[in-house]
């Protein structure tokens, strides 16, 4: 016991004396809500869509009045006349603006004809997500035109009364489960893996040997030491990522408690599955070099960035062992959702048993000897 | 393949006891096909200095890391403190303390830390590990050192925080890696003055590993020299040096190479051995190191030839190497340098 514990105290001492560890673990989590949340958390603004009016009618004049309104409003476009098709659809193509609208000749006409007037849209499709808003608008845009002046007395169209559950979420709040998943990720990647490595081939490990510690004080003392720090990273994580994402749920000690289990499991299964895969290495670039591979490989598949169910079969296969996705379904279910303990519970048992079998599993492999 | 030393004076060993503190028994170690230790035996008496001399990759640090347990044993049989290394290898790590080559001491914890853990890792009850601390810093001149972060420390300090850390459970045999390997001259002479004192006060068996020839013929009480594996020779350092015939060695360069010059060397009086070097240099052992230069001097004269330089002195341990190996040391551990040799354990 003494010697499982002088372990774990050496391993803590080297990291309260060294706070690299703790800030470099933090740091590219941190960054990531913050730049991603604000980056992909809002709506599109400010596009700017080219409009060639053909035609110059009262109804076109009601299109680009519909247009001013959206600028002045939700501006998600605002619009520049242009008197030349091909120079617009140039435009849209060089990147001068984003979308083109074009009013052809007769549509006004065509309007009080009621002889299938139509509109164009000229969107640049290679960024999706530009043309898709702006579709989206323009979209509603049209059907607002197309409504009828008198609303019939009974509504015929079939009516989706949307309940959402809770409040409007955003993106800042649902990366912030990932961003502590990652967070551990990293503690126990920097401050377990490889230290690990690097003090084996330091000749550290060495010294240890030569004492009369014992297998399982020796991987027990490495594991403890591994988990403690990858469990002061998350809750640091959840307390400053909660109070920048504006979640209150760190002041509901109920939740704090099913937080603290989660963590606890999630830095156990972390921990569990890096020892496995270091404990037969000696190589301190290894490492390394298995540490993108495997945040890339872990961490996007488990629904950190978007959802499961988005992804193609063999990803989701993934995602099905992959204890970044239990990680993250639990801190959703806490922190979005105020879900108690029977929401975290199956992610609770599937990362405390991912830990333990990893552990079983490493025991055995690691050498007692060099 | 078993490596049979050959004992200088056999017979003649004067700390031969009936319960030798380390026994070595036809000890092998393989890796794949590699065999780096060939089937050793040597034993190593309670409070003797034994050392381990030979260049790098002879097979020392394997034959001392098979000691310590820590690499498995491929065949033979080596008990220390009376514990077989492979059967009892919990009692062997409790008697013995090792310095390993490298300095791995941790760097962010103090000198104190670090010796704290290392008498928790031997489970030393609290009361007894602050006396050792003390003591230990004190025998290895720390104690004004001992809340100072390691590394602040210079290497010869870091050496000695090593020392202190392999006797913070008082152990009754010390291993000692290469210990002053990168270590500068004064570093080097503060270390050795302080394993002699350890000696004289814990009355502490030590087996080192050393390629220096210097800090074996101060150390030890008895040397073997290791070359690719095997024990080729084993005796006091006396014992080594008077196995070699010629009590003397001139080393002697001629202003001009010429082919005959080892003939001639050969036939003054009183030389046994001539051995040519790089760069038209001849070492001489002789066994009438003043009567051979004056010889020398004369013949170079008569023949017109100038020297271009000339030295005598008392045979070494450099001779000895040379002597039982055919090479000098000093050019195997340069070369080793060059062509490092593969890890153990590495395929």
């Given at each position: ?11 803590m001492?080297?990291f ?11 740091m ?12 992909y958390?809002?709506h599109?603004q ?7 009016d053909h ?11 519909a247009f ?20 617009a659809?140039e ?15 007769q ?12 509109l ?14 702006i ?25 989706l009364?949307?309940?959402e ?9 649902y990366?912030?489960?990932?961003s502590?998943a ?22 550290v ?36 990522g ?41 190589d ?8 993108g ?13 978007s ?7 063999w990803?989701?296969?993934i995602?099905?062992v992959?204890?970044f ?31 333990i ?6 025991t ?7 | ?27 092998v ?21 034994f ?14 890391r ?13 008990l ?67 809340g100072?972060?390691t590394?602040?420390l ?6 000695r ?8 459970h ?12 990168g ?10 003055e ?10 502490l ?11 074996a ?8 020299i290791?070359?690719h594996?095997k ?14 015939p ?11 190479e010429?082919e ?5 060397l050969?036939k ?27 010889q ?17 002195q ?7 190497f ?26």
């Open positions: 016991m003494n010697r499982f514990l002088a372990i774990v105290e050496r391993e001492r080297k309260f004396r060294s706070p690299v560890l703790m800030i470099m673990s933090m590219l989590p941190i960054v990531q809500l913050v730049i991603l949340g604000h980056a958390g809002g599109i400010g596009a700017r869509v080219a409009v060639v035609d110059g009618g009262p109804q076109a004049v009601k299109v680009r009045e001013d309104s959206v600028a002045a409003n939700i501006a998600t476009f605002t619009t520049f006349n242009y008197d030349n098709e091909t120079q659809k435009d849209v193509r060089t990147g001068k603006v984003d979308a083109a609208v074009i009013i052809p000749a549509y006004s006409r065509r309007v009080y004809a009621k002889d299938a007037p139509r164009g849209l000229v969107v640049d499709n290679s960024d999706q997500l530009m043309s898709g808003s579709e989206s608008e323009m979209q509603l845009l049209v059907n607002a035109l197309n409504g009828p002046v008198i609303e019939d007395r009974v509504v015929k169209n079939i009516a009364n949307i309940v559950l809770y409040p409007y979420v955003e993106y800042m709040k990366l912030l489960a990932g502590i990652l967070a551990m990720y990293i503690s126990v990647m920097i401050g377990g893996g490889m230290l690990y490595i690097d003090d084996k081939a330091r000749g490990h060495e010294g240890y040997l030569v004492t009369p510690i014992s297998k399982l004080e020796l991987v027990m003392g490495l594991n403890v030491a591994g988990a403690i720090k990858a469990v002061l990273a998350g809750i640091s994580i959840s307390v400053i909660s109070l920048m994402a504006g979640l209150g749920v760190i002041f509901r000690p109920g939740a704090d408690l099913n937080l603290f289990f989660l963590i606890l499991g999630t830095a156990l299964a972390f921990n569990g599955m890096m020892f496995l895969m270091m404990v037969r290495v000696d301190p670039l290894v490492p390394r070099a298995m540490f591979v495997l945040n890339t490989l872990l961490f996007f598949p488990s629904g950190a960035i959802p499961v169910a988005a992804f193609p079969k990803l989701r296969a995602a099905i992959d204890p996705t239990y990680a993250i379904h639990g801190f959703k279910a806490i922190m979005l959702k105020d879900g108690g303990f029977v929401a975290i519970r199956g992610d609770l048992i599937f990362l405390f048993a991912f830990g079998g990893t552990l079983l599993v490493a055995p492999l690691f050498k007692r000897t060099l | 393949m078993t490596s049979h030393a050959r004992t200088v004076t056999p017979g003649a060993d004067p700390l031969h006891q009936p319960s030798p503190a380390i026994q070595v028994k036809n000890i170690k393989k890796y794949g096909d590699f065999e780096a230790v060939k089937g050793v035996n040597f034993e190593v008496a309670d409070g003797e200095i050392g381990l001399l030979g260049p790098n990759g002879a097979g020392k640090s394997t034959l001392i098979m000691m310590t347990t820590l690499i498995p044993v491929t065949s033979g049989k080596a220390v403190g009376g514990h077989d290394v492979t059967k009892g290898s919990n009692e062997v790590r409790r008697m013995i303390g090792v310095i390993p080559q490298a300095l791995t001491s941790d760097q962010d914890l103090t000198v104190e830390e670090n010796l704290i853990i290392y008498a928790k890792l031997y489970s030393v009850p609290k009361v007894e590990r602050e006396k050792n601390i003390n003591e230990v810093l004190e025998a290895v001149d720390l104690t004004k050192w001992r100072a972060q590394k602040t210079s290497g010869g300090m870091r050496r925080l090593e020392i202190a850390r392999g006797l913070v008082n152990p009754r045999i010390f291993f000692l890696d290469e210990p002053t390997t270590l500068d001259p004064v570093s080097r002479i503060a270390v050795w302080m394993l002699n004192n350890l000696k004289k006060t814990r009355n068996t030590m087996l080192l590993t050393t390629h220096y020839m210097e800090e013929d101060r150390l030890c009480d008895r040397i073997a290791v070359d594996g024990l080729v020779a084993l005796g006091t350092p006396v014992e080594l040096k008077q196995s070699v010629g009590s003397n060695v001139v080393e002697v360069q001629f202003s001009r010429d005959d010059w080892k003939s001639r050969q003054l009086p009183g030389v046994t051995e001539v051995e040519s070097q790089s760069a038209g240099v001849y070492r001489v052992l002789t066994s009438n190191g003043s009567q051979t230069t004056t020398l001097v004369e013949m170079a004269n008569g023949m017109g030839e100038q020297l271009r330089s000339l030295m005598v008392n045979t070494t341990l450099d001779d000895v040379v002597h039982y190996t055919g090479r000098q040391l000093r050019d195997e551990t340069v070369k080793a340098v060059f062509q490092m040799p593969p890890r153990p354990g590495a395929h």
